[in-house]
């Protein structure tokens, strides 16, 4: 239940967006059955800092469902964790493998940086997860679905080195293997441990 209010609410969010407000969310409302009684005004003070309020319902939404459909326990498979108003195959994934270790490929916006530069492709749409050549490139990066430290992994490399912006690649330790970065100047330096120098 944790791991879904947090994703849900993480969705297309920037971590500092969305973090201040989980934490009351969960005080407030610890489990599925404290959500569905709950005053929908009551949920939405609590998340309209964060610019969130519209989640408010997919969170009640898929509180009642947990309560209806799964006597009050939240799903952890991908597919039953689908079926919950806000938890698209992103969502589900990422709940089922953080909840449970099931092996998933992660599509979101820094995956999908990691995977396209590694493969020397370019991004075109906006929205790219829905595009079966990114899922394709994700899924080739790792050799299928793989576990959900790898993919925490990836999203710690996207956000320090493998940035949208200003990427470093002289200190990537996958650098070898992108195509992207095999293209970038990379200055020499002696500093220890430069991935560049070995």
């Known amino acids: 239940w944790e791991l879904l209010v947090a994703e849900i609410l993480l969705r297309r969010t920037r971590v500092s967006q969305a973090e201040p407000v989980i934490d009351s969310v969960l005080m407030a409302y610890p489990t599925p059955f404290e959500l569905t009684g709950a005053l929908l005004a009551d949920l939405q003070s609590l998340i309209l800092s964060a610019g969130l309020v519209g989640r408010s319902q997919q969170l009640v939404a898929a509180a009642c469902m947990i309560v209806d459909r799964f006597e009050g326990r939240t799903p952890t498979e991908v597919e039953e964790l689908q079926l919950l108003p806000g938890g698209g195959p992103y969502v589900a994934a990422a709940v089922a493998a953080a909840a449970v270790g099931t ?96």
């Open 103 to 198: 092996r998933v490929v992660l599509t979101d916006t820094n995956t999908v940086r990691v995977a396209m530069r590694v493969a020397g492709k370019e991004i075109q749409a906006s929205d790219v997860r829905r595009q079966r050549a990114v899922q394709d490139a994700i899924g080739d990066l790792f050799g299928g679905p793989v576990s959900v430290k790898l993919w925490w992994a990836t999203i710690d490399l996207a956000h320090a080195i493998c940035t949208p912006r200003s990427q470093r690649c002289d200190e990537c330790p996958i650098v070898e293997h992108c195509s992207f970065g095999s293209i970038q100047p990379r200055c020499h330096t002696t500093r220890v441990g430069s991935l560049h120098d070995r």
